[in-house]
């Protein structure tokens, strides 16, 4: 069982920065790959970025490549989400989510666990 706690959510200008975290329960962090998903008002949950068990593989959708960074420290059993450059279309809940595998995934049913989500706010 693992528990996820994001934070790190608010409202920012579009350009500016925020810097999400996901604060996961339990000594088998490091078992587990983790991934980022938003969901915009009226619309489908969708992925985000995730990174493998061991830090050494990301990926990224289309949308954030080259602004957002995800990364992880296994010895704090934390995940980090740095978006940079945000826009208006990246205003979203942001949710964390764990899958018990090596590999990430792009795919939300591939995740067993998910936190309760984070509000991001950009204004134009």
């Known amino acids: 069982q693992v528990q996820l706690v994001e934070s790190g959510g608010g409202l920012v200008q579009a350009g500016g920065s925020l810097r999400l975290s996901c604060a996961a329960s339990?000594?088998?962090?490091?078992?587990?790959?983790m991934g980022w998903f938003r969901q915009a008002p009226g619309k489908e949950r969708e992925f985000v970025a995730a990174?493998?068990?061991?830090?050494?593989?990301?990926y990224y959708a289309d949308s954030v490549k080259g602004r957002f960074t995800i990364s992880r420290d296994n010895a704090e059993t934390t995940v980090h989400l740095m978006m940079n450059s945000l826009k208006p279309e990246d205003t979203a809940v942001y949710y964390c989510?764990?899958?018990?595998?090596?590999?990430?995934?792009?795919?939300?049913?591939?995740?067993?666990?998910w936190g309760q989500g984070t509000q991001v706010t950009v204004s134009s």
């Open positions: 989510a764990a899958r018990f595998s090596r590999r990430a995934a792009t795919i939300q049913t591939e995740y067993n666990y």
């Open positions: 990174i493998s068990r061991s830090g050494d593989s990301t």
């Open positions: 339990g000594r088998t962090f490091s078992s587990y790959a």
